[in-house]
């Protein structure tokens, strides 16, 4: 069993820094890639940014330039720094993990999700 555990969500005002963390443990042998993904009410979940263990990183059209991602391959965490926050940034946040447990099956795990509410 693969658990993933997320922090950093809340509200922020437009124009605000959040920095939000994913921690990965259990049955892991090896993890080759996290993420994060989001969706708002109403819409479809859509890419935020992923980062391999190669450090390999892709965003989304809508945050690129603002966010970063992160990743500490040591203690399987990843981390998205989120600045300049616009309202449509406003969606239940999601950690994504893909690897292989030490049995030899592949993983594809999801977190619970994180709230981030910009308003003013």
């Known amino acids: 069993q693969v658990h993933l555990v997320e922090s950093g969500g809340g509200l922020v005002q437009p124009g605000a820094s959040l920095r939000l963390s994913c921690s990965a443990s259990?049955?892991?042998?090896?993890?080759?890639?996290m993420g994060w993904y989001r969706q708002a009410p109403g819409k479809e979940r859509e890419l935020v940014a992923t980062v391999t263990s190669s450090d390999t990183t892709n965003y989304g059209d809508s945050v690129k330039g603002r966010f970063v991602i992160s990743r500490d391959n040591a203690k399987n965490r990843v981390s998205l720094q989120m600045n300049n926050l616009k309202p449509e940034d406003t969606a239940v946040y999601y950690c994504?993990?893909?690897?292989?447990?030490?049995?030899?099956?592949?993983?594809?795990?999801w977190g619970k999700g994180t709230l981030v509410t910009v308003s003013s």
């Open positions: 259990g049955a892991i042998d090896s993890i080759n890639a």
């Open positions: 994504n993990a893909r690897g292989r447990t030490p049995f030899n099956y592949d993983f594809d795990h």
